[in-house]
């Protein structure tokens, strides 16, 4: 049969004006639990012990487990600064000749400069995106063995501004000679069949960035205007992403390459072999 309470132990756990007092006192130094706060798991289930008898009152309230969801401080930095200064380098070089590609296909200019290169969580990349944007899934298949990576494939998601690909279509039909304002607008079907020329030449020097790390091919398996309906990347998984800065005429826009970080480990582990 539980203990029945005495009015001192009553008053101990449900308001004594002299403990109380002392509590707040602990409060103020860090050492029990702020005003208002809500009551944790273990410490409800040791309020549920007072009461049926199977705890004292005057136990220590057990010290509430810290939270895990706001840390991602485990989850972004996985990548050596080795690694990421090599990932730099590499794709200094694919934007010098993609730059040249694109100006001999626009019959213009085309700037082209490697800019940061940095880890993020993939629900951070997908929001920092323009929506709407020229936002492709890429699909990548490893033809050197490359283990952990099961059938040798594996996703990159590369994404075209709107401020840069639309001025660059524009461009291939004849127009884009006197500065204009760039619509912020999906792109249409034709619109579409003409970035894929821009896409597939930036997958040909991709390829050709990489080829001393891995044999891969990279195919374009699913476009959308919408980042976020594109969801073949868990949100919290950790991924490189390596931007440039594309420049035609007045027009300025960016063109991101997201490359998951299980990926950029594998990679590199086959360059180092």
């Not at 082209?112 to 940095?118: A, E, G, K, L, S």
């Not at 594309?246 to 990926?263: E, N, Y």
Request: hydrophobic share 40%; aromatic share 4%; glycine share 6%.
């Amino acid at each position: 049969m539980p203990e029945i309470l005495s009015n001192e132990e009553l008053n101990a756990l449900f308001g004594d004006p002299i403990k109380a007092e002392q509590k707040n006192v602990n409060v103020s130094e860090g050492n029990n639990m702020a005003a208002g706060e809500i009551l944790t798991g273990e410490e409800v289930e040791h309020l549920l012990g007072v009461l049926d008898g199977k705890t004292s009152p005057f136990a220590p309230t057990p010290e509430p487990k810290q939270s895990r969801s706001d840390d991602i401080e485990h989850v972004v930095k996985q990548v050596d600064k080795s690694i990421m200064k090599k990932l730099q380098l590499m794709h200094e070089g694919l934007a010098r000749r993609f730059a040249a590609k694109i100006s001999k296909m626009l019959q213009s200019v085309v700037d082209v400069r490697m800019t940061t290169v940095h880890e993020l969580c993939y629900n951070e990349f997908v929001f920092g995106c323009d929506n709407p944007s020229c936002f492709n899934l890429i699909e990548v298949e490893l033809l050197t063995i490359i283990k952990d990576l099961s059938y040798g494939k594996t996703n990159m998601i590369l994404d075209i501004s709107p401020a840069i690909v639309l001025p660059m279509i524009e461009r291939m039909l004849g127009g884009g000679r006197e500065p204009s304002m760039t619509a912020r607008r999906p792109l249409t079907s034709i619109e579409w069949k003409l970035a894929q020329r821009i896409i597939d030449e930036f997958l040909c020097e991709l390829h050709v960035a990489w080829k001393d790390v891995a044999d891969m091919k990279c195919t374009v398996t699913q476009q959308e205007s919408n980042p976020q309906m594109i969801a073949v990347i868990k949100p919290n998984a950790t991924v490189v992403v390596l931007c440039f800065e594309v420049g035609l005429v007045v027009q300025r826009g960016h063109i991101a390459l997201c490359i998951p970080v299980d990926l950029v480990g594998q990679l590199t582990e086959g360059e180092q072999r």
